[in-house]
Structure formats: C-alpha cells, structure tokens
C-alpha cells in the first residue's frame, strides 16, 4: 500500500491549490501549509449505492427452486445459489465481469482543478460522482463550498467562459454542457437542456422531459371486483406491488440523465472529447466602440479520434467554424498560447511531436518533436511512443530586460521524469530549449506569481506535482518506516525559481501527513495513468 501523491496543482492568486487523492490543499506563496478540504465520503456514497431492495416481496407463484448440493470448498452462499454473484439478468458472473464490480475510477478521487482568472473561484471534478464541485476562495487558502452539481455523463475537461460567468463542461459521451458559475437561487425544475436555451448572461430553463422519458405505471388488467378467489387475490396485489417496483425503479434510472439545475447541452462530437479551450479572436461583424465587443469568443473541442473542431461561442455554439485537422492519434491536450498570442493554439496527444496552430483559419504552423527528446531521459532510450497529458504555457517566467515577454512551454509525457521546456519563438515555431530531469513522473504544474519589483524583476515559482517513483534520488523520494504489511510513499510538491539555476527543482518540506489515503499500488496507476489508454489499439497489437 501507498499514499496518493500529489497529483494536480492549481495556483490562484498568491495562494496553491494541491489535490491529493479526494483532498485539496492549500499553500501560501511561501509554499507553507494553510488549510485543507476533505471530500464528504458519505455523499459519495449516496451517489453511488443502488436501490434497495423492500423487504417485503412478492410471494412466488411456482414451487420453490431446487437445492444445489454442495462439495466440499464450494461457495453456496451467493443469493442465486451457484457460488458467484448473479448479473441483472441472473446469470452467474464470470471473473472478467466479477473484476469490473469496483473499478478503480469509483474511488473518490479529484479528476481536474480549475480557477477564474480573478483567483476568487475554484472549481474541481471528481469522477466517481460526476459531480463539478464550486468553491468560493476568500484570499487566503480558505475554501468555502458553494455547489455541488452531478453532471449526466462523467466530465472530462472544464474551462470558464471569458467573463468568467460560465463553466464549459466537456463529457466521455462526446457533450458540452455551460452551467453558471454561480447557480441561481431557485433551481431549475425536472429538466433536459436545449443548445438554443444559452445565453452570455444567464442560461434559461430547458425543455422539459418528453412523454417518451417520463416512466408509465403499468396497472394489471384484473381488479378486485373481477377476481373471487383469495389465492387470485393475493396474485393480483403481487402484481401490483411488481410493476410499482418496476416503475419505480425505471424513474430511478432516468433520474441521473436530467439534472435539476441550470444548464445547457451546447454541442456534441461523434466521440469522447479529451479537452476544452476558449479562444478570442476579432470580430469583422461588430461596430461598436467597445472592445471587447470587438472580439467574439470561440469554443475549440478536441477528441479521441484526432480531431479538433472550432466552434463559435454562446449562444452559436451549434456553428462550426472549422477544423484543426493534422493529428494522426488521439488529441489529449489543447493550449491557448498567453502573452498576446492568442490566435496560436498547442495540442499534443498520442503523435510523436506538439503541434502549433493558427486555430482560426485551421492552419498547421509548425511541429516540434517530443519522442526525439522523450529518447534522451535516462531508461527511455528505446521508447517507442509517448502520450501528452500536459502541454502548459507561460509568459510570466521569464522576462528580457528590455520588458519583452518569453513564451515558454512545458509538456509533460505521461510516464517520463522528466520536465521538455520549449520556447514560442516570434515565427511562431516551437524550439525544445532542455529537459529538467525528475526524480518520479510528473503529474501536473503551475506558475505562482511573486512580487513585481520593477519591469524584467518579477519573482515566480514553477510548482510541479510528482509521483515519486524512483528511490534514492532525492529526499523527497525517500521511503518512510514500512509497517507491516504496508509500504508508505512520501507524497511530493517540487518547485523552482526562475530567480535561481534553470533546471533546479527542490522539494517542498513539511507537507501534511496524508491521512488514510492508502491505496494499492495497480489500483493507484488506473488512477493517475490513462491518458495511454486513449490510443486505438491497431492489428498487430
């Protein structure tokens, strides 16, 4: 057994946000522990336990089953009598399905931090509920919760709107949904969405469910004037009581699709989108003296089958600007370039390079490798393919002394410990600068902004979420005292100045004790691992 390292970073303010398993803490600019929020177990389980079932059940009408005999070892005490659990249509399960009855992705666990650009809102996903948790952050490392709301189908990717007024939800099942920051006071009632129902300001009720969604209660044919017979009697409240179960049950299964919040259903994709961005580029059709209404808002979707789509912002989301197309394996990644040079676009995924777009006219500008320098971490020289699960952009690192702002990009490969540093050239190429070697696999990164002491001298810290790995590469990584039975692994924030020497990462110290988080080593890496997962396995695979 081991602890949940680190595993997703978001800044916000002056304050860091670390999600450890279902925990987030919170760090001040001096990397000193302020606080922390623990995810309410007990609501993950409402969320998931199924119905029970009454106790009272109906009466068999036929004679009993017949008894199994029983051998010496076997298991006769599962419900159906075969020595395995039943499956819903009774049959005996085998071990295959049997291994799939708690998959690893039920565990609490935060899929995806996000912030609004004023620092003043968290936002986190955890997949085990599907739910997107909203945070009120008072400045100072304290999370105060503001909703919980269950999406239809698992989120994947978040990003806010440019007034930071609405989240962007992007599912497994190919959807964007927009939710408001901040859920209006009174609830919307039993509802489905309409792609015509969103507006920039607020998202109107949806339409309501069909007379095909809504659960029929089935009556029997027989009434208690037409039947005489005490034994026809007690069939006919059997059945009865069967068809409300029956009903009931269906209305619990269609409870899950049809949230009773604000929200929309903006576009969907044939298949499972991967990431979400909002771009901004100028708009020829506006008149106005306003500049921000000088520029329209574009909602940029990527998915598993290699494919990124351009589509026009709220409330035209149903329009298709164009396609970002180049990509011969699935797009994980999708990075607006900062710095006034928003109309470049990043993407990385399962291909062997990162490529850089001008996202508007759907033109490919250049690519930069990734497996070339993949090759040149130690223990990976012989690797054959790489999976992106980070492509993060910044301007704020590193400054010139004339003012002038440096793009630097850092691409994180899942399983490779190692940091790729790139840098946005004014061409608009991507030129790989060095590789900052680890001592585990990196998770996630942020940028935490220092104080501004003139132009060129502002202090930032590079914070980096790590899997530690790999033993006796540094103190971060050291073991624990073993208990028996259980091997403890010393979860590890790392960061680094860009006031000191580039490529010196030192671990954070005095990181709260990560309180019965244990979890088995196999189940830990379906957790953290599964961006490789999204490559189509091909003939001779």
């Known amino acids: 057994m081991v602890a949940f390292p ?37 609501h993950a389980a409402e969320a998931t336990r199924p119905a029970e079932e ?13 008894r199994r005999r029983v051998e010496d070892g076997d298991d006769a005490t599962a419900p159906n009598g075969h020595g395995q659990q039943p499956s819903s249509n009774g049959q005996p399960r085998g071990s295959k399905a049997a ?34 948790w909203v945070f009120e952050h008072d400045g100072a490392g304290h999370l105060k919760e503001l909703s919980r709301r269950a999406m239809p189908k698992r989120p994947c990717a978040l990003t806010l709107t440019r007034d930071n007024r609405t989240i962007l939800s992007a599912d497994k ?26 507006t920039p300001a607020a998202l109107t009720p949806t339409i309501p469910l069909s007379r095909s969604e809504t659960p029929v209660i089935l009556r029997p044919e027989a009434n208690e004037l037409t039947v005489h017979t005490k034994r026809n009697l007690r069939a006919l409240e059997n059945q009865k009581i069967s068809l409300e179960r029956k009903a009931a049950r269906e209305a ?98 399962g291909d062997d390079d990162v ?14 490798p990734v497996l070339q320098h993949v090759k040149q971490v130690k223990g990976l020289e012989e690797a054959t393919k790489v999976a992106v699960t980070r492509v993060f952009a910044t301007s704020k690192w590193h400054v010139t002394t004339d003012g002038t702002e440096r793009t630097l990009v850092f691409i994180v490969a899942e399983r490779v410990p190692a ?74 924030l790392m960061f680094m100045d860009n006031a000191g020497d580039e490529g010196k990462l030192v671990p954070v110290e005095n990181l709260p004790a990560a309180g019965g988080a244990d979890i088995g080593e196999a189940e830990l890496h379906r957790l953290l691992y599964t961006t490789e997962a999204l490559r189509k396995l091909t003939d001779y695979e």
């Not at 000088?294 to 396609?323: L, N």
């Not at 777009?357 to 500008?365: I, N, V």
Request: glycine content about 8%; proline content about 8%; hydrophobic content about 35%.
């Open 6 to 42: 680190y595993h997703l970073v978001k800044a916000c303010g002056g304050i860091v946000f670390a999600a450890q398993g279902s925990d987030i803490h919170s760090f001040n600019s001096r990397l000193e522990h302020v606080s922390t929020w623990t995810y309410p177990h007990q």
């Open 173 to 198: 099942f190919g959807d964007v949904y927009a939710l408001p920051l901040i859920p209006a006071a009174a609830p919307t009632p039993d509802s489905t969405s309409s792609p015509a129902a969103a």
């Open 252 to 349: 619990e299964q269609l409870e899950p699709s049809r949230p009773r919040f604000e929200h929309a259903l903006l576009l969907g994709h044939v298949s499972m989108l991967t990431a979400i961005a909002v771009g901004v580029a100028p708009s020829s059709s506006s008149s106005s003296s306003d500049p921000a209404a000088k520029t329209r808002e574009y909602i940029v979707t990527a998915d598993r089958d290699e494919h990124i789509r351009v589509s026009r912002g709220i409330p035209q989301a149903h329009v298709i600007e164009g396609f970002c197309l180049g990509h011969e394996d699935f797009v994980s990644r999708l990075c607006i370039a900062p710095g006034g040079r928003e109309e470049l676009l990043l993407s990385g995924g």
């Open 419 to 492: 940091l790729l540093v790139y840098e946005l050239w004014p061409d608009n190429t991507l030129q790989h600068r060095c590789n900052i070697p680890l001592p585990g696999n990196p998770l996630d990164l942020d940028v935490l902004e220092g104080e501004t002491s003139g132009p060129g001298n502002t202090s930032c810290r590079l914070v980096v979420a790590l899997d530690p790995t790999q033993k006796g590469s540094s103190s971060a990584t050291t073991e624990a005292e073993e208990e028996p039975g259980c091997r403890r692994r010393r979860a590890t």
């Open 54 to 66: 009454a106790q009272d059940s109906p009466a068999p009408e036929g004679p009993p089953a017949k």
């Open 99 to 132: 291994q799939y009855d708690n998959p690893a992705n039920e565990r609490a666990f935060l899929q995806g931090l996000y912030a609004t650009a004023d620092g003043r809102h968290l936002i986190a996903i955890t997949g085990c509920d599907k739910t997107i």
């Open 355 to 368: 490529l850089v777009w001008d996202w508007r006219g759907g033109r490919l500008l250049a690519r930069a």
